[in-house]
């Protein structure tokens, strides 16, 4: 079984010392002192430890089952969830209207890690249905908000997004799921797959939200409507009823993420209601994706996080050689892993990965916060630093993971150590929610010019601003401020370069890629210099050290890869447009 601790520490220093959330002028967030966050997230966190690692391996082994029908969770699921439930923990943003604590959307941030660093495919279940909540709450009519959002934010129902088909993957345009008009209601025909979490055990209902297509629907995806498709009938009164004309097909045999339910769905004149204007239903359903992409971000990290804890206590314990410079344990017949050099680099790789990560992730958390309280200007970073949370810190998490097997060497590749499961489940984070491919093209060919180019103007009037402000530091100056100023240039160029290409889209497009990597290693460049910034205050101090060793780690080894990334990018679209698309 694999232990997890929760980085409470570590949270706490982020958003008390280096994020000062309770000094921000954000609503809720004048209530956020230390103490009232550590109850919330050491409890989350206990529960994470206690109750939902121990399933990990569990889910991972025994998998979900579809039995006449119905689709059984693995032991131990349905009583964690409902230990959840009851403590009110599914809610822990939600308006306190329909049954939330009401707390920032930054703390649900911080306790989302814990749970799906402890155990991923089942904290999936409660993040859909966060993300069903979030489109209701947004679009839905005051009725429909009466009839759903309780049930939802409680978890006695779950919900689920139904957007992929056969043969509409990433393009939705090829959508082909029929919403007919019943009366005062549709029926909607056709067939979903990769449902995550589309049946279970663990709740009352299910509530599917779906994309589909009305009759008068003009082609393309400004024809695609989205609408409330519930497992059980609801009536006016809330009260269940019959079950809806929907079934699973199948469960998916998957790579990973095994405890979680990813389903064929079959919708056979299924009865649903309309969530939204007709047609308008991507618009409503990236209420959700949206959302959904922070959280991808956030499970990226999460893997990244568990498996380098499990890294790191194995370098320390396994002994195996003698470190060159001398014998660090000379009484015993061989010094810990951690002697070695290599060994060393990859714990550091992903630890400097992990704790950048986390401030990250927690910053734009904080910026969605001040969107849902009209800043303007945070919606706009939010807008352009998506994709990058999304992309770059599930392709990063997963190298991580894979960082941390080889940690191990062969006991790695070996189940029972539990490492392999980090690598096997942090791999669909870079697919699902939009393919990390895709978010590098949303990155460029649309976020990077957005407003005029507004947002990514302000991103680097911060990284300008910080710079500025501790330029006379010479504690930062050559170790941190120097390489984030490099980084910043790098990342400038390269948008200049689009734009000096703009009339040759390959050339865009073909460094994409590198471009959100650019992007992401200068955000974590910035987070590191600014938690470096507040450990300089108190150097003597164990967990400060740490910090600033670390940083300089990060500095020093990683955040150089910006001008490789940068000579990629100038490279344009020659290197990857020229073979012949036969000779593939």
């Given at each position: 079984?694999?232990?997890?601790?929760?980085?409470?520490?570590?949270?706490?220093?982020?958003?008390?010392?280096?994020?000062?959330?309770?000094?921000?002028?954000?609503?809720?967030?004048?209530?956020?002192?230390?103490?009232?966050?550590?109850?919330?997230?050491?409890?989350?966190?206990?529960?994470?430890?206690?109750?939902?690692?121990?399933?990990?391996?569990?889910?991972?082994?025994?998998?979900?089952?579809?039995?006449?029908?119905?689709?059984?969770?693995?032991?131990?699921?349905?009583?964690?969830?409902?230990?959840?439930?009851?403590?009110?923990?599914?809610?822990?943003?939600?308006?306190?209207?329909?049954?939330?604590?009401?707390?920032?959307?930054?703390?649900?941030?911080?306790?989302?890690?814990?749970?799906?660093?402890?155990?991923?495919?089942?904290?999936?279940?409660?993040?859909?249905?966060?993300?069903?909540?979030?489109?209701?709450?947004?679009?839905?009519?005051?009725?429909?908000?009466?009839?759903?959002?309780?049930?939802?934010?409680?978890?006695?129902?779950?919900?689920?997004?139904?957007?992929?088909?056969?043969?509409?993957?990433?393009?939705?345009?090829?959508?082909?799921?029929?919403?007919?008009?019943?009366?005062?209601?549709?029926?909607?025909?056709?067939?979903?797959?990769?449902?995550?979490?589309?049946?279970?055990?663990?709740?009352?209902?299910?509530?599917?939200?779906?994309?589909?297509?009305?009759?008068?629907?003009?082609?393309?995806?400004?024809?695609?409507?989205?609408?409330?498709?519930?497992?059980?009938?609801?009536?006016?009164?809330?009260?269940?009823?019959?079950?809806?004309?929907?079934?699973?097909?199948?469960?998916?045999?998957?790579?990973?993420?095994?405890?979680?339910?990813?389903?064929?769905?079959?919708?056979?004149?299924?009865?649903?209601?309309?969530?939204?204007?007709?047609?308008?239903?991507?618009?409503?359903?990236?209420?959700?994706?949206?959302?959904?992409?922070?959280?991808?971000?956030?499970?990226?990290?999460?893997?990244?996080?568990?498996?380098?804890?499990?890294?790191?206590?194995?370098?320390?314990?396994?002994?195996?050689?003698?470190?060159?410079?001398?014998?660090?344990?000379?009484?015993?017949?061989?010094?810990?892993?951690?002697?070695?050099?290599?060994?060393?680099?990859?714990?550091?790789?992903?630890?400097?990965?992990?704790?950048?990560?986390?401030?990250?992730?927690?910053?734009?958390?904080?910026?969605?916060?001040?969107?849902?309280?009209?800043?303007?200007?945070?919606?706009?970073?939010?807008?352009?630093?998506?994709?990058?949370?999304?992309?770059?810190?599930?392709?990063?998490?997963?190298?991580?993971?894979?960082?941390?097997?080889?940690?191990?060497?062969?006991?790695?590749?070996?189940?029972?150590?539990?490492?392999?499961?980090?690598?096997?489940?942090?791999?669909?984070?870079?697919?699902?929610?939009?393919?990390?491919?895709?978010?590098?093209?949303?990155?460029?060919?649309?976020?990077?010019?957005?407003?005029?180019?507004?947002?990514?103007?302000?991103?680097?009037?911060?990284?300008r601003g910080f710079l500025k402000e501790n330029d006379g530091?010479?504690?930062l100056k050559a170790d941190f401020l120097d390489p984030l100023?490099?980084?910043?240039?790098?990342?400038?160029?390269?948008?200049?370069?689009?734009?000096?290409?703009?009339?040759?889209?390959?050339?865009?497009?073909?460094?994409?890629?590198?471009?959100?990597?650019?992007?992401?290693?200068?955000?974590?460049?910035?987070?590191?210099?600014?938690?470096?910034?507040?450990?300089?205050?108190?150097?003597?101090?164990?967990?400060?050290?740490?910090?600033?060793?670390?940083?300089?780690?990060?500095?020093?080894?990683?955040?150089?890869?910006?001008?490789?990334?940068?000579?990629?990018?100038?490279?344009?679209?020659?290197?990857?447009?020229?073979?012949?698309?036969?000779?593939?």
């Amino acid at each position: 079984m694999a232990a997890y601790t929760p980085p409470l520490r570590d949270v706490d220093f982020l958003l008390h010392d280096v994020l000062r959330i309770q000094d921000q002028p954000i609503p809720g967030y004048a209530d956020l002192d230390r103490a009232t966050t550590a109850a919330v997230l050491e409890e989350v966190g206990r529960i994470a430890a206690d109750v939902l690692a121990p399933l990990n391996a569990v889910g991972d082994r025994e998998g979900c089952r579809l039995e006449n029908g119905v689709v059984r969770t693995p032991p131990g699921f349905a009583d964690a969830f409902a230990l959840l439930r009851e403590g009110g923990w599914t809610g822990i943003d939600c308006d306190p209207a329909y049954g939330g604590l009401g707390l920032p959307f930054v703390i649900h941030a911080a306790a989302g890690e814990f749970q799906s660093a402890a155990n991923m495919a089942f904290a999936m279940y409660s993040g859909l249905t966060h993300g069903a909540y979030s489109a209701i709450h947004a679009h839905g009519t005051a009725a429909q908000k009466a009839t759903w959002l309780p049930p939802l934010v409680a978890c006695r129902w779950t919900g689920t997004m139904n957007l992929t088909e056969p043969q509409a993957g990433t393009d939705l345009a090829l959508l082909r799921t029929r919403a007919e008009p019943d009366g005062d209601g549709y029926r909607l025909t056709g067939q979903k797959i990769f449902i995550s979490a589309g049946d279970h055990d663990m709740a009352e209902n299910i509530v599917h939200l779906v994309l589909a297509r009305l009759p008068d629907a003009p082609p393309g995806v400004k024809g695609i409507s989205l609408f409330i498709v519930p497992k059980i009938l609801v009536d006016a009164s809330g009260a269940l009823g019959e079950r809806n004309a929907l079934s699973v097909g199948k469960i998916e045999e998957k790579m990973g993420i095994h405890g979680n339910a990813t389903c064929v769905m079959n919708y056979d004149g299924a009865r649903g209601e309309l969530l939204g204007a007709p047609h308008q239903g991507l618009k409503a359903m990236f209420t959700m994706m949206n959302e959904a992409r922070a959280q991808v971000g956030m499970q990226g990290l999460s893997q990244a996080a568990g498996a380098c804890q499990l890294a790191a206590a194995y370098a320390r314990d396994r002994l195996q050689g003698r470190a060159v410079t001398g014998p660090t344990n000379p009484a015993g017949p061989a010094d810990p892993l951690l002697s070695h050099p290599d060994i060393r680099r990859l714990l550091l790789d992903q630890r400097s990965f992990v704790e950048g990560a986390r401030a990250f992730m927690l910053w734009a958390a904080t910026l969605i916060d001040a969107h849902k309280a009209g800043d303007a200007d945070a919606g706009g970073l939010v807008s352009l630093l998506t994709p990058v949370v999304k992309g770059y810190l599930t392709d990063r998490g997963f190298d991580c993971a894979v960082q941390a097997q080889q940690v191990f060497g062969g006991h790695g590749y070996i189940e029972e150590t539990g490492i392999a499961q980090f690598v096997r489940d942090a791999r669909i984070a870079m697919i699902y929610e939009g393919a990390n491919g895709v978010q590098a093209l949303d990155l460029v060919g649309r976020k990077l010019g957005q407003d005029g180019g507004k947002p990514i103007m302000a991103f680097f009037a911060l990284v300008r601003g910080f710079l500025k402000e501790n330029d006379g530091d010479p504690r930062l100056k050559a170790d941190f401020l120097d390489p984030l100023k490099a980084a910043s240039k790098d990342l400038q160029s390269a948008a200049e370069f689009f734009l000096q290409n703009i009339r040759d889209p390959d050339a865009a497009l073909a460094g994409s890629t590198d471009f959100l990597h650019l992007f992401g290693h200068t955000c974590l460049g910035l987070m590191w210099a600014r938690m470096t910034k507040v450990a300089l205050a108190n150097p003597d101090d164990d967990f400060a050290r740490a910090k600033l060793a670390t940083g300089r780690y990060f500095m020093s080894r990683v955040l150089p890869a910006t001008g490789l990334h940068l000579a990629r990018i100038r490279s344009g679209a020659a290197p990857v447009m020229s073979l012949d698309a036969d000779a593939f």
